[in-house]
């Protein structure tokens, strides 16, 4: 959430900003109320100054013995004007939250201007994308090849968008997941976490998700619960409403399986694990001081590269544009691995910098070095999520005869196997 300060006295920057990001969020319409709001609660100051004042006129006349009867009226018709207008004060404080929940974070200085991802930037590229001398497959026929995914199944159970991973592919979704917790505790310096899968609205709100996202989310009506659409709204919520007491900053590293509806996305529901319902993730978030939070969203991303350099996987770095952003990310990049299957780049990982525009709707802070109570900077970024990364494992390591080879770091993992056969 913005900083209705901020907005008031940086008016034409935000507004800029939010032309840059193709916001529609209504700043009109804030400031209108912001402005009446202000007013209000100089009317009402303005009303308790009088009534103190009078009230001790009030008191001396009494002392004195002398009629104070009209003067009281007066106040009690004063008192009513002031709980009248403290109403009113939170009816529209209470209009201006709601509208302030739909304005997107402001992008970063450093943040390219582009209208949709055609103005994103690579930033680099690790390997080169594998030449075959045979013709490649896709990842939906290998796996269902080897027996170890099956859409036919799960679209039965479930309906489209969902898939069912059997035998060794069961396996090696247990084992990508082990080996990236491991290598975010063991190296780079993360404390796991294991949270619920489903979580209140208020967790929803303080993170971004509600109310703009609100027909992308699975929603428990019954419960007024909701299954979380990534590990970031449970782990960034273990410090709402509090003041962080540990030193920052503070790594969290979580798995968790994933629920995304997808809705509005109409024709963009593609074969196999491309974009599904549900899906496995591992997940990064940070709290850390402000003044340190762009290097550590470098940090972040390299912590993400290191899973799939050790995967020996070919990748790219993209630094989103304002238009391609995501709603609460003041600078995001995305992590893309090569699919050779589908002959495109499939984005596995997004890693932001939120700056405080979390923390202020969830009210996350901690004490800065002066002692006072300051709002946190967040950051999060898929560590990273599995089922394009399995994609790109099957279609990067598949063999002319069928079999997929495993990664050497994975094989610890899969019981010493070098391969799926």
């Known amino acids: 959430m913005l900083d209705i300060k901020f907005i008031r006295d940086h008016e034409d920057d935000v507004r800029r900003a939010l032309q ?15 402005k009446e709001r202000r007013a209000m609660v100089s009317q ?3 009303l308790k100054n009088r009534r103190n004042v009078v009230s001790k006129e009030i008191g001396a006349l009494k002392k004195a013995g002398k009629d104070a009867a009209d003067m009281q009226k007066a106040m009690r018709e004063v008192g009513e004007e002031i709980a009248a207008t403290d109403q009113r004060i939170r009816e529209v404080e209470e209009k201006l939250g709601g509208a ?6 402001l992008p970063h200085a450093s943040v390219p201007v582009g209208a949709d991802a055609s103005g994103n930037q690579v930033v680099r590229q690790h390997g080169e994308p594998r030449h075959f001398d045979f013709e490649a497959k896709a990842h939906w026929d290998i796996g269902v090849k080897l027996g170890i995914l099956d859409f036919e199944r799960a679209a039965r159970m479930s309906g489209a968008g969902f898939f069912l991973m059997k035998g060794l592919g069961a396996r090696l979704q247990r084992a990508l997941i082990q080996f990236m917790l491991d290598l975010h505790v063991s190296e780079h310096g993360y404390k ?3 949270a619920p899968f489903v979580v209140n609205a208020s967790s929803m709100r303080g993170t971004g998700q509600l109310p ?12 007024d619960l909701y299954l979380i659409p990534t590990a970031e709204v449970p782990v960034t919520n273990i410090y709402r409403d509090e003041i962080i007491q540990d030193p920052l ?14 809705a509005g996305a109409a024709g963009k529901m593609t074969r196999g694990m491309i974009r599904v319902h549900q899906f496995d993730k591992v997940e990064m978030v940070k709290f850390v001081e402000p003044e340190n939070s762009y290097d550590e969203l470098e940090k972040l991303v390299q ?10 996987l070919t990748y790219r770095v993209v630094l989103l544009c304002t238009g391609d952003m995501g709603f609460g990310a003041a600078k995001c990049y995305d992590i893309e691995l090569w699919a050779p299957g589908q002959n495109a780049w499939l984005e596995v990982s997004s890693c932001s910098n939120f700056e405080d525009f979390q923390a202020r709707r969830a009210q996350i802070r901690y004490r800065n070095k002066d002692g006072k109570v300051a709002l946190v900077h967040t950051l999060n970024g898929s ?3 599995l089922p394009r990364l399995v994609v790109a494992l099957l279609e990067n390591y598949q063999q002319a005869d069928g079999t997929v080879l495993i990664p050497e770091a994975l094989q610890p993992y899969m019981g010493g196997m070098q391969r799926l056969e």
């Not at 703009?212 to 419960?223: G, M, N, R, T």
């Not at 912590?303 to 020996?312: K, M, W, Y």
């Open 20 to 34: 840059a990001r193709g916001a529609t969020a209504d700043l009109d319409a804030v400031i209108a109320l912001d």
């Open 44 to 46: 009402v100051e303005v």
């Open 100 to 105: 302030l929940l739909y304005f997107p974070n």
């Open 192 to 194: 796991e976490i294991s």
């Open 212 to 223: 703009k996202f609100a027909e992308e989310l699975y929603h428990v009506p019954s419960d």
């Open 249 to 262: 900053p503070i790594y969290l590293t979580a798995y968790t399986p994933c629920f995304r509806r997808e």
């Open 303 to 312: 912590n993400a590269e290191d899973v799939l350099q050790r995967l020996g």
């Open 383 to 385: 560590g990273v999520a």
